[in-house]
């Protein structure tokens, strides 16, 4: 799963006054003021400026950003990340059967959705997607080893070049399925901005404009029963704080922003209906290191760096106690959702500062600190630049408190405050040193890992890897582990493959973990309720999620 990287689409005076009164241009525009009953529901995302493209497949789209892609794309199945281990729902196919060795699945794609152009969804436009992706890297995100698709009726049969237990989610739970008669006449589907989007989905685009972004509900011809909510209307904000502020005043009902004092910025404001719920998953937030710049290719740097981050403090200071629980596990798995999943070798190690282990470290290694200056073994002085979007607070926050402790061990930081289009490419490209970053989630710990260390989605310096491996960490061993873990036929053999990708994570430290994932969102119960909860824990909450769908058509008006 992908968290921050989903932008949103900004206006210059959404920014300028901290959001979006109304959307002008709608027809619903004024009944707030006939009626207490609203039709619309007022999404918003902390992450500036994104400029108009409604490709689902370009990682840094603002289709992809704000995640309305999937208001107007549907996956082949529906994913609960809240609940990893229950199978996924059914979607645009009515049946998926893997075969034993995950190597190959059938897919019987349902026969009432059609396309909001009002053409019939067919087994074609399945295989057609997949090819897509099979015969396009760019777009192929997952790195999926597609092989052999064929269509046999309403059924797509599809095989893989290798096993893909790992993967079942990611192929039929976060693949956007798109039309063949509209797609396989665009010339580069990797760049186009798709001006005109046609979805299975309920929601059609409206509009692009200043005022932000507009989904209208479809009138007919979606194969299950309309949402409630007539229209969505989608804002970015500046920062957190703009967007904290539009929550609390009603402007935005729906959010994932890291909120400060939450309870007094956010609940107080209106006790009854403004709501978080922030489901933990096994997913973590981690500082990735370039493992491609000197001095910093050397493990025993990096474990160095390791053991002076205070985790303790970025918890309560960066995340206000809240949002990305504090990692203590030298493996840096969550608690409780990661507990299972440790090596028996690992089991109680735990992640505290030691300076004075660092500096002897660093000793042994070559390094020397002359006065509050660390030089490299070449007599250089270590220095590092940390990186991350500037409206990113808890993120910011983070960097700072880093900053501080490498300074202990003489590592000079600065910290650059990114724009955040930028920041993406440039880690994605591996155009940078350091930066606090998210991996994907799973049922298994497998994805963790595999964002940070498999060679199969290492790029070349300059080559986007959008997926994962972003600090170019090369190590044939958790490379040959996570194959081993993801084509393994039983849990004995699963097991030894995780000892021996933990042994690698722990001991060449490619990312220092930080905090763990959750999957929630800040929301307001004044106009819309059925949103999940600990009760109905049915989806995440998210926004920019394929359950995000989900969840608006659970969505009924709060006084029907």
């Known amino acids: 799963m992908q968290r921050r990287k989903l932008f949103a689409v900004a206006l210059a005076g959404a920014l300028a006054t901290g959001g979006l ?12 003021a006939a009626s207490k009953s609203v039709d619309f529901l007022k999404i918003g995302m902390p992450n500036g400026t994104q400029t108009e493209n409604h490709n689902p497949f370009a990682g840094t789209s603002s289709a992809n950003a704000l995640g309305y892609k999937w208001m107007i794309y549907e996956p082949l199945t529906m994913w609960n990340p809240v609940k990893p281990a229950e199978p996924a729902k059914p979607w645009l196919a009515s049946e998926v059967k893997w075969a034993s060795d995950y190597k190959s699945a059938d897919i019987t794609v349902r026969d009432n959705a059609t396309w ?6 067919t087994a074609d436009d399945v295989a057609y997607t997949f090819n897509l992706l099979k015969s396009n890297e760019a777009l192929n995100a997952n790195a999926i080893p597609f092989d052999q698709i064929t269509v046999n009726g309403n059924s797509v049969h599809v095989t893989f070049k290798s096993a893909q237990f790992v993967n ?11 039309p063949k008669h509209i797609w396989e006449k665009i010339a580069d589907p990797a760049t186009d901005i798709n001006k005109n989007p046609i979805g299975s989905g309920p929601y059609t685009l409206k509009s692009f404009t200043q005022a932000g972004v507009v989904l209208d509900v479809r009138t007919d011809g979606y194969w299950q029963d309309l949402p409630k909510v007539k229209e969505l209307r989608y804002t970015s904000y500046a920062d957190n704080s703009a967007q904290t502020t ?10 994932f922003v890291f909120i400060p004092n939450y309870q007094a910025t956010f609940i107080s404001k209106d006790p009854a ?10 997913g973590i937030h981690g500082l990735y290191i370039n493992t491609t710049i000197k001095p910093f290719d050397d493990a025993n740097l990096r474990k160095a760096m390791n053991m002076v981050i205070n985790r303790a403090d970025i918890f309560t200071q960066a995340e206000a106690g ?12 969550p608690a409780g959702a990661g507990d299972a999943f440790i090596a028996p070798e690992y089991k109680g190690k735990t992640l505290t500062p030691d300076v004075a282990g ?10 020397k600190l002359n006065g509050n200056t660390l030089t490299d073994p070449s007599g250089k002085p270590v220095k590092i630049t940390l990186t991350d979007p500037a409206p990113w607070s808890d993120y910011q926050t983070t960097l700072e408190i880093i900053k501080t402790n490498l300074a202990e061990i003489g590592i000079a930081a600065t910290v650059d405050k990114a724009n955040q289009d930028k920041w993406d490419q440039n880690v994605q490209k591996g155009d940078f040193q350091a930066t606090m970053r998210w991996t994907n989630g799973g049922a298994t710990p497998y994805d963790i890992y595999q964002t940070v260390m498999d060679g199969d989605l290492m790029k070349p310096i300059g080559t986007a890897a959008q997926q994962g491996n972003f600090g170019r960490f090369k190590s044939p061993e958790a490379t040959a582990a996570l194959k081993a873990y993801a084509n393994a036929t039983s849990d004995a053999d699963r097991t030894t493959a995780m000892n021996a990708i933990q042994k690698v994570f722990v001991e060449q430290a490619p990312m220092l973990p930080v905090g763990s994932d959750n999957v929630g969102g800040a929301y307001s119960t004044k106009n819309w309720t059925g949103w999940p909860s600990d009760a109905d824990p049915y989806a995440g909450m998210q926004p920019t999620q394929p359950y995000a769908l989900d969840v608006v058509l659970h969505l009924k008006a709060a006084n029907s």
């Open 21 to 32: 009164a109304a959307c002008g241009d709608s027809p619903n525009a004024n009944k707030d």
């Open 116 to 121: 909001s152009d009002g053409q019939k969804l």
């Open 168 to 178: 079942q989610n990611k192929i039929m739970a976060s693949t956007p399925i798109v």
């Open 246 to 255: 539009a929550l609390a005043s009603g402007e935005s009902e729906w959010s």
């Open 273 to 282: 209906n403004h709501k978080i719920w922030a489901p933990g998953v096994l």
């Open 322 to 333: 809240y949002f990305h629980p504090q990692i203590d596990s030298v493996t840096g798995l």
């Open 358 to 367: 660092a500096k002897a470290l660093l000793q042994q290694s070559g390094y």
